[in-house]
Protein backbone atom coordinates (compact mmCIF):
# COMPACT_ATOMS: atom_id res chain seq x y z
CA UNK A 1 0.00 0.00 0.00
CA UNK A 2 1.44 3.48 -0.95
CA UNK A 3 2.55 5.73 2.08
CA UNK A 4 0.52 8.91 2.52
CA UNK A 5 2.73 11.61 2.45
CA UNK A 6 0.40 14.71 3.92
CA UNK A 7 -2.81 14.40 6.10
CA UNK A 8 -5.27 17.27 6.66
CA UNK A 9 -6.10 18.85 10.26
CA UNK A 10 -8.37 20.60 11.76
CA UNK A 11 -6.93 24.08 12.75
CA UNK A 12 -9.40 24.73 15.69
CA UNK A 13 -9.40 21.31 17.09
CA UNK A 14 -6.85 19.17 15.33
CA UNK A 15 -9.44 16.75 14.02
CA UNK A 16 -7.08 14.48 11.48
CA UNK A 17 -8.40 13.12 7.98
CA UNK A 18 -6.91 11.92 5.10
CA UNK A 19 -9.12 14.22 2.83
CA UNK A 20 -9.75 17.76 2.82
CA UNK A 21 -13.26 18.15 4.20
CA UNK A 22 -15.37 21.52 3.96
CA UNK A 23 -16.74 21.28 8.07
CA UNK A 24 -15.17 19.32 10.76
CA UNK A 25 -16.85 16.52 12.24
CA UNK A 26 -15.27 17.50 15.58
CA UNK A 27 -16.10 20.63 16.25
CA UNK A 28 -18.70 21.49 13.41
CA UNK A 29 -16.23 24.59 12.61
CA UNK A 30 -16.27 25.00 8.52
CA UNK A 31 -13.17 25.84 6.11
CA UNK A 32 -10.64 24.81 8.84
CA UNK A 33 -8.83 21.70 7.48
CA UNK A 34 -5.22 22.42 6.58
CA UNK A 35 -2.64 20.15 4.96
CA UNK A 36 0.07 19.37 6.28
CA UNK A 37 3.16 16.92 5.24
CA UNK A 38 3.38 13.66 7.61
CA UNK A 39 7.08 13.41 9.03
CA UNK A 40 9.15 10.48 7.81
CA UNK A 41 9.72 8.93 10.93
CA UNK A 42 6.70 9.31 13.60
CA UNK A 43 7.75 10.01 17.13
CA UNK A 44 4.98 7.54 18.39
CA UNK A 45 2.71 8.91 20.38
CA UNK A 46 3.61 6.35 23.02
CA UNK A 47 7.19 6.41 22.97
CA UNK A 48 8.09 5.19 26.32
CA UNK A 49 10.11 7.95 28.56
CA UNK A 50 12.87 6.95 30.78
CA UNK A 51 12.08 8.90 33.19
CA UNK A 52 8.35 7.59 34.04
CA UNK A 53 9.74 3.77 33.32
CA UNK A 54 12.27 3.57 35.76
CA UNK A 55 14.41 1.38 33.94
CA UNK A 56 11.55 -1.49 34.68
CA UNK A 57 10.52 -3.06 31.54
CA UNK A 58 8.83 -5.75 33.31
CA UNK A 59 5.35 -5.76 34.49
CA UNK A 60 5.23 -5.43 38.55
CA UNK A 61 2.68 -6.47 41.23
CA UNK A 62 1.10 -3.16 42.74
CA UNK A 63 2.65 -3.24 46.06
CA UNK A 64 6.32 -3.49 44.05
CA UNK A 65 5.72 0.62 42.68
CA UNK A 66 7.41 3.15 44.61
CA UNK A 67 4.97 5.30 47.40
CA UNK A 68 7.24 7.93 48.28
CA UNK A 69 5.59 11.32 47.91
CA UNK A 70 6.04 13.12 44.42
CA UNK A 71 8.67 16.21 44.85
CA UNK A 72 6.48 19.03 45.09
CA UNK A 73 7.76 23.20 44.39
CA UNK A 74 5.77 25.64 46.55
CA UNK A 75 4.97 28.93 43.96
CA UNK A 76 4.56 31.12 46.99
CA UNK A 77 1.14 31.27 45.62
CA UNK A 78 -1.04 29.73 48.18
CA UNK A 79 -4.18 29.96 46.05
CA UNK A 80 -2.35 28.57 42.76
CA UNK A 81 -0.71 25.46 44.96
CA UNK A 82 -4.16 24.44 45.84
CA UNK A 83 -5.15 24.35 42.77
CA UNK A 84 -2.21 22.18 41.58
CA UNK A 85 -3.18 19.87 44.44
CA UNK A 86 -0.43 21.09 46.88
CA UNK A 87 2.60 22.73 44.70
CA UNK A 88 4.35 22.01 41.68
CA UNK A 89 5.12 18.05 41.34
CA UNK A 90 8.43 17.50 39.43
CA UNK A 91 8.93 16.29 36.39
CA UNK A 92 5.15 17.66 35.40
CA UNK A 93 4.21 18.95 31.73
CA UNK A 94 1.28 21.59 32.83
CA UNK A 95 -0.63 23.50 30.28
CA UNK A 96 -2.30 26.60 30.88
CA UNK A 97 -4.34 28.41 28.58
CA UNK A 98 -6.42 32.12 28.39
CA UNK A 99 -7.64 34.75 26.32
CA UNK A 100 -4.59 37.28 25.40
CA UNK A 101 -3.79 39.81 27.94
CA UNK A 102 -5.41 38.11 30.73
CA UNK A 103 -2.03 37.59 32.95
CA UNK A 104 -0.92 33.98 31.45
CA UNK A 105 3.06 35.73 30.67
CA UNK A 106 2.76 38.23 34.38
CA UNK A 107 1.49 34.93 36.08
CA UNK A 108 4.25 32.53 35.36
CA UNK A 109 6.89 35.45 36.01
CA UNK A 110 5.78 36.10 39.20
CA UNK A 111 5.99 32.11 39.68
CA UNK A 112 9.43 31.55 38.20
CA UNK A 113 10.92 34.78 40.63
CA UNK A 114 8.95 33.42 43.65
CA UNK A 115 10.70 29.66 43.29
CA UNK A 116 13.85 30.87 42.58
CA UNK A 117 13.92 33.60 45.66
CA UNK A 118 14.83 31.12 48.31
CA UNK A 119 18.36 30.50 46.34
CA UNK A 120 17.97 26.91 46.22
CA UNK A 121 15.75 26.57 42.75
CA UNK A 122 16.46 27.64 39.45
CA UNK A 123 14.18 28.87 36.46
CA UNK A 124 14.19 29.41 32.99
CA UNK A 125 11.36 31.31 31.13
CA UNK A 126 11.43 31.05 27.45
CA UNK A 127 9.59 33.30 25.11
CA UNK A 128 8.80 32.91 21.69
CA UNK A 129 6.54 36.17 21.21
CA UNK A 130 8.56 38.81 23.72
CA UNK A 131 12.05 40.04 22.89
CA UNK A 132 14.40 40.52 26.17
CA UNK A 133 13.65 44.05 26.50
CA UNK A 134 9.92 43.65 26.44
CA UNK A 135 10.38 41.03 29.23
CA UNK A 136 12.38 42.88 31.72
CA UNK A 137 9.96 45.99 31.23
CA UNK A 138 7.20 43.66 32.43
CA UNK A 139 9.45 42.21 34.56
CA UNK A 140 10.64 46.08 36.63
CA UNK A 141 7.02 46.91 36.73
CA UNK A 142 6.63 43.46 38.78
CA UNK A 143 9.63 43.31 41.37
CA UNK A 144 13.32 42.98 41.21
CA UNK A 145 14.64 39.73 40.71
CA UNK A 146 17.58 38.11 42.30
CA UNK A 147 17.60 34.27 42.32
CA UNK A 148 18.69 32.36 39.37
CA UNK A 149 16.20 32.80 36.77
CA UNK A 150 17.18 33.35 33.30
CA UNK A 151 15.45 34.45 29.72
CA UNK A 152 15.67 32.99 26.59
CA UNK A 153 14.15 34.53 23.37
CA UNK A 154 13.67 31.26 21.14
CA UNK A 155 11.36 29.55 19.11
CA UNK A 156 13.29 26.49 18.18
CA UNK A 157 12.30 23.29 20.47
CA UNK A 158 15.24 21.30 20.09
CA UNK A 159 17.88 24.32 20.89
CA UNK A 160 15.67 25.35 23.97
CA UNK A 161 16.26 21.93 25.14
CA UNK A 162 19.77 21.85 24.26
CA UNK A 163 20.24 24.98 26.54
CA UNK A 164 17.84 23.60 29.47
CA UNK A 165 19.96 20.35 29.82
CA UNK A 166 22.85 22.33 29.76
CA UNK A 167 21.36 24.70 32.60
CA UNK A 168 19.74 21.94 34.43
CA UNK A 169 16.80 24.13 35.59
CA UNK A 170 14.28 23.33 38.32
CA UNK A 171 10.94 24.98 36.42
CA UNK A 172 11.02 25.69 32.62
CA UNK A 173 8.04 28.29 31.13
CA UNK A 174 7.03 28.35 27.31
CA UNK A 175 5.94 31.27 26.70
CA UNK A 176 3.76 29.81 24.29
CA UNK A 177 3.49 26.70 22.55
CA UNK A 178 2.11 28.29 19.33
CA UNK A 179 5.32 30.30 18.81
CA UNK A 180 7.29 26.84 18.84
CA UNK A 181 8.60 25.08 16.32
CA UNK A 182 10.49 21.85 15.88
CA UNK A 183 12.85 20.46 13.05
CA UNK A 184 11.56 17.50 12.76
CA UNK A 185 8.77 18.45 10.52
CA UNK A 186 7.99 21.04 8.11
CA UNK A 187 4.92 22.50 8.57
CA UNK A 188 4.73 26.29 10.04
CA UNK A 189 4.72 27.46 13.41
CA UNK A 190 1.36 27.30 15.24
CA UNK A 191 0.18 24.36 12.83
CA UNK A 192 -1.19 21.49 14.67
CA UNK A 193 1.53 18.92 13.92
CA UNK A 194 4.00 21.38 14.45
CA UNK A 195 2.35 22.03 18.25
CA UNK A 196 1.65 17.94 18.92
CA UNK A 197 5.55 17.65 17.80
CA UNK A 198 6.54 20.54 20.52
CA UNK A 199 4.61 19.57 22.92
CA UNK A 200 5.90 15.73 22.85
CA UNK A 201 9.58 16.87 22.79
CA UNK A 202 9.17 18.86 25.82
CA UNK A 203 7.20 16.16 27.49
CA UNK A 204 10.20 13.61 26.70
CA UNK A 205 12.60 16.49 28.02
CA UNK A 206 10.50 16.85 31.46
CA UNK A 207 10.02 13.08 32.02
CA UNK A 208 13.24 12.34 31.44
CA UNK A 209 15.28 15.37 33.30
CA UNK A 210 12.13 15.90 35.89
CA UNK A 211 11.89 19.19 35.17
CA UNK A 212 8.57 20.70 35.85
CA UNK A 213 7.65 22.63 32.52
CA UNK A 214 5.07 25.15 32.37
CA UNK A 215 3.50 25.62 29.06
CA UNK A 216 1.52 28.65 27.77
CA UNK A 217 -1.15 28.20 24.95
CA UNK A 218 -3.15 30.44 23.30
CA UNK A 219 -6.89 29.59 23.09
CA UNK A 220 -9.55 29.69 20.45
CA UNK A 221 -12.73 31.36 20.02
CA UNK A 222 -14.83 29.31 21.79
CA UNK A 223 -12.38 29.13 24.79
CA UNK A 224 -10.10 25.95 24.14
CA UNK A 225 -6.66 26.03 23.88
CA UNK A 226 -5.80 26.44 20.32
CA UNK A 227 -4.13 22.83 19.12
CA UNK A 228 -4.66 19.64 18.48
CA UNK A 229 -6.70 17.96 21.42
CA UNK A 230 -4.24 15.55 22.13
CA UNK A 231 -2.21 18.21 23.87
CA UNK A 232 -4.52 18.42 26.57
CA UNK A 233 -4.19 14.68 26.57
CA UNK A 234 -0.65 14.72 26.82
CA UNK A 235 0.38 17.12 29.83
CA UNK A 236 -0.31 16.04 33.32
CA UNK A 237 -3.06 19.43 33.70
CA UNK A 238 -4.52 22.06 32.13
CA UNK A 239 -5.11 25.43 33.49
CA UNK A 240 -7.58 28.52 32.51
CA UNK A 241 -6.86 31.64 33.26
CA UNK A 242 -10.40 33.95 33.27
CA UNK A 243 -11.40 37.16 33.98
CA UNK A 244 -14.37 39.46 32.79
CA UNK A 245 -13.69 42.13 30.40
CA UNK A 246 -12.18 45.33 31.83
CA UNK A 247 -12.48 44.01 35.44
CA UNK A 248 -9.43 43.15 37.50
CA UNK A 249 -10.37 40.14 39.17
CA UNK A 250 -8.88 36.89 37.26
CA UNK A 251 -9.62 33.64 38.00
CA UNK A 252 -7.37 30.32 37.33
CA UNK A 253 -8.88 26.95 37.49
CA UNK A 254 -7.93 23.01 36.87
CA UNK A 255 -9.94 21.51 33.63
CA UNK A 256 -8.00 18.74 33.95
CA UNK A 257 -5.20 17.50 36.90
CA UNK A 258 -3.74 14.29 37.21
CA UNK A 259 -2.33 15.79 40.96
CA UNK A 260 -5.20 16.79 42.26
CA UNK A 261 -8.81 17.61 42.25
CA UNK A 262 -10.09 20.27 39.48
CA UNK A 263 -12.54 21.64 41.40
CA UNK A 264 -10.07 24.00 43.09
CA UNK A 265 -9.83 28.20 42.17
CA UNK A 266 -7.44 30.34 42.59
CA UNK A 267 -8.31 33.94 42.65
CA UNK A 268 -6.19 36.92 41.63
CA UNK A 269 -5.57 40.51 40.83
CA UNK A 270 -3.88 42.29 38.52
CA UNK A 271 -2.97 45.15 39.94
CA UNK A 272 0.00 47.79 38.19
CA UNK A 273 2.39 45.65 40.12
CA UNK A 274 1.95 42.79 38.57
CA UNK A 275 -0.56 39.75 39.87
CA UNK A 276 -1.51 39.38 43.92
CA UNK A 277 -3.52 36.62 44.80
CA UNK A 278 -6.80 37.11 47.11
CA UNK A 279 -7.01 34.64 49.81
CA UNK A 280 -10.28 35.94 50.68
CA UNK A 281 -12.61 36.25 47.53
CA UNK A 282 -15.46 36.68 49.73
CA UNK A 283 -14.49 40.34 51.21
CA UNK A 284 -13.24 41.30 47.57
CA UNK A 285 -16.71 41.06 46.55
CA UNK A 286 -18.69 42.06 48.82
CA UNK A 287 -16.54 45.16 49.37
CA UNK A 288 -18.92 48.09 47.67
CA UNK A 289 -21.88 46.29 48.29
CA UNK A 290 -24.43 48.90 49.09
CA UNK A 291 -26.77 48.56 52.06
CA UNK A 292 -30.38 48.94 52.99
CA UNK A 293 -31.23 48.76 48.85
CA UNK A 294 -33.55 46.82 47.71
CA UNK A 295 -32.86 44.06 44.72
CA UNK A 296 -29.30 43.61 46.70
CA UNK A 297 -28.80 39.78 48.44
CA UNK A 298 -26.07 38.27 49.56
CA UNK A 299 -25.87 34.41 48.94
CA UNK A 300 -23.21 31.89 49.28
CA UNK A 301 -21.94 29.63 46.16
CA UNK A 302 -19.42 26.70 45.99
CA UNK A 303 -15.96 27.41 44.22
CA UNK A 304 -14.66 23.62 44.81
CA UNK A 305 -14.42 22.75 48.20
CA UNK A 306 -14.22 26.58 49.33
CA UNK A 307 -17.59 28.51 50.57
CA UNK A 308 -17.77 32.07 48.32
CA UNK A 309 -20.29 34.81 49.09
CA UNK A 310 -21.72 36.91 46.43
CA UNK A 311 -23.71 39.48 45.66
CA UNK A 312 -26.98 38.72 43.54
CA UNK A 313 -28.28 42.02 42.46
CA UNK A 314 -32.26 41.89 40.89
CA UNK A 315 -34.02 44.67 39.30
CA UNK A 316 -37.39 44.62 38.09
CA UNK A 317 -39.30 47.42 36.24
CA UNK A 318 -42.67 47.54 34.35
CA UNK A 319 -42.16 46.93 31.10
CA UNK A 320 -43.35 49.00 28.52
CA UNK A 321 -43.58 46.91 25.70
CA UNK A 322 -46.02 43.93 25.08
CA UNK A 323 -42.97 41.57 25.65
CA UNK A 324 -41.11 41.83 28.93
CA UNK A 325 -37.05 42.16 28.66
CA UNK A 326 -34.65 39.70 30.62
CA UNK A 327 -31.26 40.03 31.00
CA UNK A 328 -28.82 37.70 33.11
CA UNK A 329 -25.26 38.70 33.81
CA UNK A 330 -23.29 35.90 35.26
CA UNK A 331 -26.53 33.90 36.03
CA UNK A 332 -27.80 31.35 33.59
CA UNK A 333 -30.35 33.15 31.37
CA UNK A 334 -32.77 29.64 31.27
CA UNK A 335 -32.76 29.46 35.04
CA UNK A 336 -33.36 32.85 36.13
CA UNK A 337 -36.63 32.75 33.27
CA UNK A 338 -37.88 29.66 35.09
CA UNK A 339 -37.56 31.36 38.50
CA UNK A 340 -39.41 33.91 37.05
CA UNK A 341 -42.10 31.89 35.60
CA UNK A 342 -42.12 30.41 39.19
CA UNK A 343 -42.55 33.15 40.85
CA UNK A 344 -45.48 34.48 39.15
CA UNK A 345 -47.36 31.05 39.38
CA UNK A 346 -46.43 30.29 43.14
CA UNK A 347 -46.30 33.78 44.37
CA UNK A 348 -49.04 35.76 41.96
CA UNK A 349 -47.05 38.63 41.64
CA UNK A 350 -47.32 39.18 38.05
CA UNK A 351 -43.65 38.55 36.42
CA UNK A 352 -44.75 38.70 33.37
CA UNK A 353 -45.55 42.65 33.25
CA UNK A 354 -42.32 43.53 34.54
CA UNK A 355 -38.85 43.51 32.62
CA UNK A 356 -35.99 41.44 34.93
CA UNK A 357 -32.54 42.10 35.45
CA UNK A 358 -29.96 40.24 37.45
CA UNK A 359 -26.58 40.83 37.85
CA UNK A 360 -23.75 39.05 39.94
CA UNK A 361 -21.44 41.48 40.74
CA UNK A 362 -17.42 41.03 40.63
CA UNK A 363 -17.93 39.18 37.66
CA UNK A 364 -18.16 35.37 38.81
CA UNK A 365 -20.56 33.32 36.70
CA UNK A 366 -23.05 31.28 39.37
CA UNK A 367 -24.09 27.97 37.92
CA UNK A 368 -24.66 26.55 41.08
CA UNK A 369 -28.84 25.87 42.03
CA UNK A 370 -28.14 27.02 45.22
CA UNK A 371 -27.98 30.16 44.41
CA UNK A 372 -31.95 29.73 43.27
CA UNK A 373 -33.68 31.50 46.30
CA UNK A 374 -31.20 34.35 45.98
CA UNK A 375 -31.98 35.32 42.60
CA UNK A 376 -35.88 34.58 43.70
CA UNK A 377 -35.91 36.90 46.81
CA UNK A 378 -33.89 40.05 44.67
CA UNK A 379 -36.61 39.71 42.41
CA UNK A 380 -39.08 40.29 44.56
CA UNK A 381 -37.34 42.47 46.59
CA UNK A 382 -36.76 44.81 43.75
CA UNK A 383 -40.43 44.25 42.70
CA UNK A 384 -41.55 44.76 45.94
CA UNK A 385 -39.27 47.75 46.26
CA UNK A 386 -38.48 46.37 49.76
CA UNK A 387 -34.48 45.83 51.23
CA UNK A 388 -33.53 42.60 52.05
CA UNK A 389 -31.29 42.90 55.33
CA UNK A 390 -28.08 43.53 54.93
CA UNK A 391 -26.68 40.74 57.43
CA UNK A 392 -28.94 38.40 55.87
CA UNK A 393 -27.61 35.65 53.47
CA UNK A 394 -30.17 33.41 51.09
CA UNK A 395 -29.08 30.15 49.69
CA UNK A 396 -31.44 27.48 48.48
CA UNK A 397 -32.38 25.83 45.42
CA UNK A 398 -35.94 26.33 44.17
CA UNK A 399 -37.72 23.54 42.45
CA UNK A 400 -41.05 23.98 39.97
CA UNK A 401 -43.35 23.63 42.86
CA UNK A 402 -42.01 26.72 44.42
CA UNK A 403 -40.04 24.10 47.45
CA UNK A 404 -36.82 24.93 48.88
CA UNK A 405 -34.42 22.13 48.50
CA UNK A 406 -31.99 21.15 50.18
CA UNK A 407 -27.97 21.29 48.44
CA UNK A 408 -24.58 20.66 49.47
CA UNK A 409 -22.38 21.89 52.13
CA UNK A 410 -24.60 23.60 53.95
CA UNK A 411 -22.43 23.93 57.22
CA UNK A 412 -19.31 25.38 55.31
CA UNK A 413 -21.89 27.93 53.89
CA UNK A 414 -23.33 29.27 57.00
CA UNK A 415 -19.91 29.00 58.88
CA UNK A 416 -18.76 31.33 56.03
CA UNK A 417 -21.45 33.36 56.44
CA UNK A 418 -21.18 33.71 60.32
CA UNK A 419 -17.54 34.78 59.95
CA UNK A 420 -17.84 37.40 57.99
CA UNK A 421 -20.33 38.49 59.97
CA UNK A 422 -23.82 37.24 58.90
CA UNK A 423 -26.88 37.26 61.81
CA UNK A 424 -29.51 36.17 59.70
CA UNK A 425 -29.30 32.74 57.76
CA UNK A 426 -32.34 32.17 55.26
CA UNK A 427 -31.46 28.59 54.43
CA UNK A 428 -33.30 24.88 53.17
CA UNK A 429 -35.65 23.86 56.04
CA UNK A 430 -34.59 20.06 55.46
CA UNK A 431 -32.44 18.22 58.28
CA UNK A 432 -32.19 22.01 59.93
CA UNK A 433 -32.18 21.01 63.00
CA UNK A 434 -28.73 19.99 62.61
CA UNK A 435 -27.46 23.34 62.22
CA UNK A 436 -29.54 24.63 65.51
CA UNK A 437 -25.94 25.27 67.42
CA UNK A 438 -25.48 28.26 65.67
CA UNK A 439 -28.47 30.07 67.32
CA UNK A 440 -26.43 29.67 70.73
CA UNK A 441 -23.77 31.94 69.00
CA UNK A 442 -26.48 34.71 68.63
CA UNK A 443 -27.36 33.47 64.71
CA UNK A 444 -30.85 33.65 63.25
CA UNK A 445 -31.55 31.04 61.40
CA UNK A 446 -34.50 31.05 59.34
CA UNK A 447 -35.66 27.24 57.84
CA UNK A 448 -37.42 27.67 54.72
CA UNK A 449 -39.44 25.25 52.68
CA UNK A 450 -40.58 26.93 49.79
CA UNK A 451 -40.57 30.74 48.53
CA UNK A 452 -43.16 31.66 49.93
CA UNK A 453 -42.34 31.06 53.39
CA UNK A 454 -38.90 33.12 52.72
CA UNK A 455 -40.87 35.47 51.58
CA UNK A 456 -43.17 35.55 54.37
CA UNK A 457 -39.81 36.12 56.68
CA UNK A 458 -38.45 38.46 54.53
CA UNK A 459 -41.33 40.72 54.68
CA UNK A 460 -41.77 41.14 58.58
P1 LIG B 1 0.23 39.41 30.06
O1 LIG B 1 0.81 38.61 31.18
O2 LIG B 1 1.18 39.90 29.03
O3 LIG B 1 -0.94 38.61 29.36
P2 LIG B 1 -0.89 37.32 28.43
O4 LIG B 1 0.47 36.74 28.51
O5 LIG B 1 -1.98 36.44 29.01
O6 LIG B 1 -1.26 37.77 27.07
O7 LIG B 1 -0.55 40.61 30.74
C1 LIG B 1 -0.80 41.70 30.01
C2 LIG B 1 -1.81 42.62 30.65
O8 LIG B 1 -1.66 42.78 32.03
C3 LIG B 1 -1.59 43.97 30.02
O9 LIG B 1 -2.84 44.40 29.52
C4 LIG B 1 -1.10 44.83 31.10
C5 LIG B 1 -1.52 44.14 32.36
N1 LIG B 1 -0.56 44.30 33.44
C6 LIG B 1 -0.89 45.02 34.56
O10 LIG B 1 -1.98 45.57 34.66
N2 LIG B 1 0.02 45.13 35.59
C7 LIG B 1 1.24 44.54 35.53
O11 LIG B 1 2.04 44.68 36.49
C8 LIG B 1 1.58 43.79 34.37
C9 LIG B 1 2.92 43.13 34.25
C10 LIG B 1 0.65 43.69 33.34
MG1 LIG C 1 1.94 36.65 27.04
Not at 202 to 219: A, D, P, Y
Not at 372 to 386: F, P, T, W
Request: aromatic share 6%; with cysteine.
Amino acid sequence: MAKMQSRFFCKECGYESSKWLGQCPGCHIWNSFVEEPLKNKTVSKTAPFKGQSNGITKPVRIEEIDLTEEDRMLTGFQELDRVLGGGIVAGSLVLLGGDPGIGKSTILLEVARNLTEGGDKSALYVSGEESLKQIRIRAQRITEIHGDLRFLSETNIERIIEIAQEYKPDFVVIDSIQTMFTESISSTPGSVGQIRESAAALLRFSKETGTSVFVIGHVTKDGNVAGPKILEHMVDAVLYFQGENGGSLRILYGQKNRFGSTNEIAVFEMTDKGLKEVSNPSEMLLSGRPLGVSGSVVTCGMEGTRPVLIEIQGLAVPTSFGLPRRTSNGADYNRVNLLLAIIERRIGLPMSKYDAYINIAGGIRVTEPATDLAIVMSLISSLRDMPIPADCIIFGEVGLTGEVRAVSNTDKRIEEAVRLGFHKILFPAWHAEKYSEFKNKGIDMFPVKNIREALTIMSK
